[in-house]
């Protein structure tokens, strides 16, 4: 299965060969283009200022920070503190064939029309796709939205944010420091620190070390279970950005795994997956599970027999959460 290199990872000593010292430095001039194309996109934009709210959740990480369950609990979060206010997500819609900007139809609108993370937002809410978020935005707007929760986009300077969280993996925190394609950095830690009015620490291990500086508030959260699985063993499966994450956390909720299958991020599932995976579940007298995010990319025959794990963001101080969005307050209808 394809994964990032392992030299990205955080707890691997770059001069090893598991570093992999020659090709980091082989890579280093393609990473300073990327930053150097992204930092000049940032300073040259000029982002549109709706008359509503923009409330950003993104990441400096590429994948598996977590953005998804917090827009989903910040969207949740926000209906409790406003009752009446019309609150919705945007995403880029990833994955899927229309490019919108449109607001996601269940009734209509499946994975591979709009992307496996506005489907599963959907199911808790108000969810719109664009992946120009200007334009997405001002549909929006125009539509009667009061609030936005962007999911992902702090490096995308086309809507103005009055609020923007940075979501940091505690485990993987930045990983080995470099920008793409030397490491899994978005663009240089500092310039995206910058940007960000606060930082969510997903997971329960120390946060990482560059946060040391950072004077904004720093929140915690973790991903925990929303329901639980009947006895027995079980066969995962996930194509997300950190696979593992999603099997530590069945384990951790005392699932039985036999065995446990990565799949690449937004990984679409074709015939000869589900045969694999059932044969591999048949062996192991098991049943499959996977993430509300994989579930939503099968087809409706493909679901048969597999079932599903939710879960959702819960943050330990909401205090300071309510403090940093009653900030946008003042934006919205009175």
């Known amino acids: 299965m394809i994964r990032s290199p392992r030299f990205w990872d955080r707890d691997v000593d770059p001069k090893s060969r598991e570093g992999a010292p020659l090709t980091r430095l082989m890579l280093t001039p393609l990473a300073a283009i990327y930053a150097g194309v992204t930092a000049n996109r940032i300073r040259k934009a000029e982002p549109l200022r709706l008359r509503i709210p923009v409330i950003c959740v993104g990441n400096i990480s590429a994948g598996g920070t977590g953005k998804s369950p917090v827009a989903a609990a910040l969207r949740s979060r926000l209906s409790d503190l406003y009752p009446g206010i019309r609150i919705a997500t945007l995403s880029r819609g990833y994955g899927g064939k229309l490019k919108g900007p449109l607001k996601v139809d269940l009734d209509r609108h499946v994975a591979a029309d709009v992307g496996d993370e506005a489907i599963m937002l959907s199911r808790g809410g108000e969810a719109w796709i664009g992946p120009d978020r200007a334009l997405a935005g001002q549909a929006m707007q125009d539509d009667g939205v ?64 560059e946060l040391g500086n950072f004077a904004n508030p720093v929140l915690f959260a973790q991903i925990e279970p929303t329901g639980t699985l009947p006895e027995g063993a079980y066969v995962a499966f996930a194509g997300i950005g950190r696979p593992e994450k999603f099997f530590d956390t069945l384990s951790q909720s005392g699932v039985s795994l036999a065995d446990a299958v990565p799949f690449p991020d ?16 048949k062996q192991r007298d098991a049943v499959l599970v996977t993430t509300e995010k994989d579930y939503v990319r099968l087809g409706t025959d493909d679901r048969r027999d597999v079932m599903t794990f939710p879960v959702q963001a819960r943050f330990k101080d909401t205090d300071t959460l309510d403090k940093l969005l009653a900030s946008v307050s003042e934006r919205l209808p009175k």
Not at 171 to 197: C, S
Not at 271 to 280: E, T
């Open 146 to 209: 009061d609030l936005i929760i962007m999911d992902d986009g702090h490096q995308n300077p086309g809507l103005a944010k009055d609020l923007s969280f940075v979501v940091v993996d505690s485990v993987a925190g930045f990983g080995n420091g470099y920008v793409i394609p030397k490491g899994p950095l978005r663009e240089p830690v500092e310039a995206g620190l910058a940007r960000a009015d606060a930082v969510i620490v997903m997971g329960t291990s120390e946060p990482p070390s």
């Open 266 to 281: 937004h990984h679409p599932y074709d015939k000869s997956d589900l045969r694999y995976l059932r044969d591999l579940a």
